[in-house]
């Protein structure tokens, strides 16, 4: 099981257009298993669906979250930068909400970031949603413990898999995986989240306002899921329509004083 189990998703993406019996008997040939010692073929089944529903789910919108922060290249009044805090789609690469806060402390940014995400859901058009929330992934900030007490609440209420990503380092990763390191005029410094100035193009530290940046960046973030919309196939027929119930309680969870 173990044999086959690491191999599967490679299997899968190389042979898009097989078969799930074809996919199995790949599958199995990939191991190195021998055929006859091999798991049934309602197992093999088994397998192969599942992974291809894993790789279909990683498309749809609502399939898995990620909640993010980290300094940008915009200053303040006291030189130190503007903290952005986003809920992002894995699935789509759509920004879902958003907030820039004066610190790095994470449940308020969250909090604010998931009600800007609930106020637009019904807006975005996605060309699937999927079945349910499977994955969500949470990066702390200053305030770790009060992140972690978040992150257990989730979890048990969603009976899913909510992760804390607690270091002190890599603050703005999903962002940049997904959206990248630059959004109009705005860069990530994620190495300027905690402490120091900030870092503007060309050392320029006029500071910015925060009805200014929220202005610059709301048209941005709209002009981005615009973009990543496009590269998404159109609605299919059968597609679901319907925001996953998962992630609506998780953004009102995350939206609730704390």
């Keep these: 099981m173990n044999a086959l189990q690491a191999v599967v998703g490679k299997v899968v993406r190389a042979h898009a257009d097989a078969s799930v019996a074809q996919l199995t008997r790949h599958m199995v040939e990939a191991a190195g298993v021998d055929p006859t010692s091999a798991p049934s073929p309602m197992v093999l089944r ?78 975005l058009s996605p060309p699937t ?58 860069t990530l410094t994620p190495a300027r989240t905690l402490r120091g100035d900030a870092l503007p193009p060309n050392g320029d530290m006029t500071p910015w306002s925060r009805s200014e940046l929220e202005g610059h960046f709301a048209i941005r973030a709209a002009e981005y899921n615009d973009e990543v919309m496009r590269e998404k196939q159109p609605l299919a027929s059968d597609a679901l329509s319907e925001i996953p119930a998962e992630v609506l309680e998780l953004l009102h969870m995350v939206a609730e004083p704390q």
Excluded at 71 to 82: E, L, M, N, T, V
Excluded at 178 to 184: I, N, R, T
């Design 46 to 123: 088994r397998i192969v669906e599942t992974e291809i529903r894993r790789v279909k789910a990683t498309g749809e919108a609502g399939h898995a979250l990620r909640f993010d922060c980290s300094a940008i290249s915009a200053p303040q009044g006291d030189g130190r930068p503007w903290i952005l805090f986003v809920v992002l789609d894995v699935g789509t690469r759509m920004i879902l909400g958003w907030h820039v806060a004066e610190s790095a402390v994470a449940l308020p940014g969250y909090q604010r970031a998931a009600r800007d995400a609930l106020a637009k859901l019904d807006d």
């Design 129 to 186: 949603w999927a079945r349910r929330l499977t994955e969500v992934e949470i990066k702390s900030g200053l305030d770790k413990e009060a992140t972690a007490k978040l992150v257990e609440r989730l979890d048990a209420a969603i009976s899913g898999n909510v992760q804390h990503a607690d270091s002190d380092a890599r603050f703005g990763r999903y962002f940049k995986k997904l959206v990248g390191g630059k959004l109009g005029l705005l």
